[in-house]
């Protein structure tokens, strides 16, 4: 996704105050460097054109121009936080959680090469998050792929997440002022027992699994499933994750939705409290 605008629309054009609704992110003339963080909106294919031979992104729409078309582009669009949002959704990992991180600790402790790991996980990583797949089974093939003979259950071993202070802060501080909190994950049975052990569900109203739903991000179905259990609609929901594939997905749908990521806006946290700043202390 991209944290700029470039626009070569007029004033006088009927669609030009739908950027300029994004002023902040705008820039006046095209960027010398690092094109793939702008995105180009025009009407001109030539200017589409040029635009994408540099690395630009480019939006294409049709009709009247609506401001989230441009939103869900942007990963340094933070959403507005409004009366209307009493759902609040957050990831786990890398959000509530840190430390997660576990394939370079596996591949070190079983000697397996790092790359070649990578590129099997990838294969099997949804049909894990969506219980098709069980952590035994997963093994099994790497047992058989790899030659080797892997003993108890190493995404559980090397699984040691501690808790994210401020995220939990902010959980704290919703429900607090009587706003349902639930969880939203991609995660595997044993991360979600462990995550469980150490308190982390206990922190919502609700936890929703990938495995438990057999859906997971950034699939639609994942978020719609549960506004339906949540009996919600989606201009009632706010929701925090750190991968911009889920928040585009979650966009679309039409829920106002916060990138977990240090940009050149500001940091995470930073941005995260200056969108809950009625919610939170002083930084």
């Known amino acids: 996704m991209f944290e700029y605008v470039y626009t070569d629309l007029k004033e006088s054009d009927a669609d030009f105050p739908v950027v300029e609704r994004f002023k902040d992110h705008l820039v006046a003339d095209p960027p010398k460097d690092s094109f793939s963080r702008y995105l ?4 001109s ?3 589409r054109k040029e635009a994408r031979e540099k690395g ?3 939006l294409q729409w049709g ?7 441009i939103e869900i582009k942007l990963a340094s669009c933070d959403p507005v936080l409004s009366s209307n949002h009493t759902l609040f959704l ?3 990992g890398n959000v509530v959680v840190n430390n997660i991180s576990m394939i370079e600790k596996i591949s070190r402790l079983w000697g397996i090469e790092k790359q070649a790991f990578v590129a099997d996980y990838l294969h099997y990583v949804f ?3 969506e219980g098709v797949v069980s952590e035994a089974q997963y093994w099994q093939h790497i047992t058989h792929v790899f030659g080797v003979s892997v003993s108890g259950n190493p995404f559980a071993d090397v699984f040691n997440p501690v808790f994210n202070e401020p995220i939990v802060t902010l959980i704290k501080a919703l429900r ?3 706003h349902r909190v639930v969880c939203a994950s991609n995660t595997i049975l044993s991360h979600w027992d462990i995550l469980g052990e150490m308190g982390a569900l206990d922190l919502f109203d609700k936890a929703y699994a990938s495995h438990e739903m057999g859906l997971s991000k950034p699939s639609s179905q994942f978020y719609t499933s549960i506004l339906a259990a949540e009996g919600a609609s989606a201009e009632q929901v706010f929701f925090i994750d750190d991968r911009m594939d889920n928040i585009t997905s979650s966009r679309s749908l039409g829920i106002a939705s ?3 990521a240090d940009l050149s806006s500001g940091t995470k946290d930073e941005r995260v409290h200056k969108v809950f700043r009625s919610y939170l202390p002083r930084l």
């Open 56 to 58: 630009m992104g480019v």
């Open 90 to 92: 957050f990831d786990m």
């Open 40 to 43: 180009l909106v025009s009407k």
């Open 258 to 260: 916060l990138l977990y």
């Open 127 to 129: 049909p894990l998050m």
């Open 63 to 69: 009709g009247r121009l609506e401001p989230q078309d």
């Open 45 to 47: 294919e030539a200017a």
């Open 176 to 178: 607090s002022k009587g």
